[in-house]
């Protein structure tokens, strides 16, 4: 658990033993870490062109940051974590 505390904020790959929601691999931010596991912030599904856009002109609009999707991997379910690169 070391290594997840010190990776706490940064972008990690996890590859699950169970797929979770049809999933093998989660990418997201590290957000927390626990005994029972860890919290990822997961990026926005992938949308189609138009909704990026409408979207973006909506978000001009706002004054309050948007909330991503977070979920909770507990320790048994993680096969390997690796951090991913950022540019």
């Known amino acids: 658990q070391e290594d997840y505390h010190r990776s706490l904020g940064k972008l990690v ?3 699950l033993r169970q797929s979770c929601e049809g999933q093998w691999r989660l990418v997201g ?7 029972k596991g860890v919290t990822l912030s997961l990026p926005a599904s992938n ?13 001009q609009h706002r ?3 948007t909330i991503q999707p977070t979920t909770q991997i507990d320790w048994e379910r ?10």
Do not use: N
Not at 29 to 35: E, G, K, P, Q, T
Not at 47 to 59: D, L, T, V, Y
């Open 63 to 65: 004054t309050q940051a």
């Open 47 to 59: 949308q189609g062109r138009a909704a990026q856009q409408a979207s973006r002109r909506s978000m």
């Open 29 to 35: 931010r590290l957000i927390d870490v626990s005994d």
């Open 13 to 15: 790959s996890l590859k």
């Open 78 to 87: 993680i096969a390997e974590t690796r951090l991913e690169v950022e540019f």
